[in-house]
């Protein structure tokens, strides 16, 4: 950490110790751990672990007259107007099912929904669909969970789904404070250059005691068989830690694990994936006679146990670890506490933008090639689609966030889309059924995982 002639507060994180932090190209996104100088990285607003049985809201204290998001019903819901007026847009929200206690994530898709997401979240017009409970124009709504034993979770991100991203490039200004660290004031802040850090936002910052990156423990992929179990060997993992599934990949290519069609895999996907006694146990639960699926798997440095309260140290130096923390952590802070850790690996953003319909090629279905940097490892990649001007179906201003391919009650919704990456040719397909709407936008957001 230290301030960069030109740029102004920066702080590297390298993968390897050979590497040199100043001199490493910092388009050499997967040798960087953390590296702010010119890359924003994945920030969450939170992880919300709900409660299926009863109606809960959020943020805590909201009721059902000022809630941002609510669990009701097994659905989930985020209020577009108060969420808009909450965080200034509409984020990105993923949406995963869990088991409680032990965080085992299940993901399952069927055909009798046309092999549609059960995570996604959207609003559009009132459709006579059960999925979108009858459809709800106020509410972005999420579909319902196929198993009664597990839980939704809400992911909420700061990438926005309803307007363009704006990264804040700035240059350093003489006078700025570049680093706040007072624990009576409870700051604990690196500003990004142009940005005084005594005063700035949490999206001013590189680190922020009310924001903090997300933060990945392992990743990988592995194939899994119909109706087996694969182990994958992790070491000193929490018990609690939570695994994000985040693609499918078949013949070579990664899918969007928001949208697999049934002309992309198997008819049926379902799979589950906990941690068990340091080990990642990885099962596919479809018969024996489906298709293999390989699945891209994240492992982050999260739990559902929330943060802890004290007076515990802000800058932490283990034996094998530097970590900054929250002030008012306890002296045995949990994930929740940790604002960044030399030994964590944060997903930068190495591409993002704004595709409109008139950049896709086709008729019914259209479809963009997406050239992205070269990645060793492959990446995250969050997306929204939101529809210009109305139709039968949808209003000016709906979203479909996170993907969503949806062909039951008389045929596929407008804009549903899916995508697809090929690491060979460093490109990511998006693929868009729009029914021959050709009024829309679509926002992509492509994270690298660091090795």
């Known amino acids: 950490m230290g301030k960069k002639p030109g740029v102004g507060s920066v702080i590297k994180i390298m993968a390897n110790n050979a590497d040199d932090p100043w001199t490493t190209p910092n388009t050499d996104w997967e040798k960087f751990r953390f590296n702010s100088e010119n890359t924003d990285y994945c920030y969450l607003h939170d992880i919300v672990m709900w409660d299926p049985t009863v109606t809960s809201y959020y943020p805590a204290g909201r009721t059902s007259a000022d809630y941002i998001l609510k669990c009701e019903g097994r659905y989930v819901y985020m209020h577009y107007a108060r969420a808009l007026a909450y965080y200034g847009y509409i984020p990105i929200v993923q949406h995963r099912m869990f088991l409680q206690p032990g965080n085992a994530a299940w993901y399952y898709t069927v055909p009798s929904i046309g092999s549609g997401c059960g995570y996604s979240m959207a609003r559009i017009k009132p459709a006579a669909t059960g999925e979108y409970n009858g459809g709800n124009a106020t509410n972005l709504i999420s579909t319902y969970a196929y198993n009664a034993d597990y839980k939704p979770a809400s992911f909420i991100t700061k990438f926005p789904a309803n307007v363009d991203y704006n990264s804040l490039p700035n240059s350093p200004v003489a006078g700025h404070r570049a680093v706040v660290i007072d624990k009576n004031a409870g700051k604990v802040r690196v500003a990004k250059p142009g940005y005084d850090a005594l005063t700035a936002t949490p999206d001013q910052c590189i680190i922020h005691e009310q924001q ?60 589950s994936a906990k941690i068990v006694g340091g080990d990642l146990e990885l099962k596919n639960l479809n018969g024996s006679g489906t298709n293999p699926v390989t699945l891209l798997w994240h492992i982050l440095n999260e739990d559902a146990s929330g943060s802890t309260v004290g007076a515990g140290k802000i800058v932490e130096t283990l034996s094998d670890e530097i970590r900054i923390l929250r002030p008012g952590a306890g002296a045995a802070p949990k994930p929740a506490d940790v604002l960044l850790s030399s030994k964590g690996k944060y997903m930068p953003l190495v591409a993002y933008g704004t595709l409109n319909a008139a950049s896709f090629a086709g008729s019914s279905t259209r479809t963009y090639d997406l050239t992205i940097p070269a990645l060793n490892n492959p990446p995250t990649i969050l997306t929204a689609i939101e529809k210009v001007g109305s139709n039968s179906a949808m209003n000016d201003g709906d979203l479909l966030i996170d993907g969503f391919y949806y062909f039951a009650f008389g045929g596929a919704l407008p804009l549903s889309y899916y995508w697809v990456y090929d690491q060979p040719t460093n490109k990511v397909t998006f693929t868009v059924a729009n029914s021959n709407d050709t009024s829309w936008r679509l926002r992509y957001y492509v994270l690298a995982s660091p090795n």
């Open 212 to 271: 903090r990156p997300i933060s990945l423990l392992r990743y990988g992929q592995n194939t899994v068989a119909g109706a087996t179990t694969v182990i994958v060997p992790l070491g000193d993992i929490p018990a609690n830690a939570i695994v994000l599934i985040n693609g499918i990949n078949s013949a070579g290519r990664l899918a969007s694990v928001s949208a697999p069609r049934n002309s992309f895999l198997v008819p049926s996907i379902a799979f």
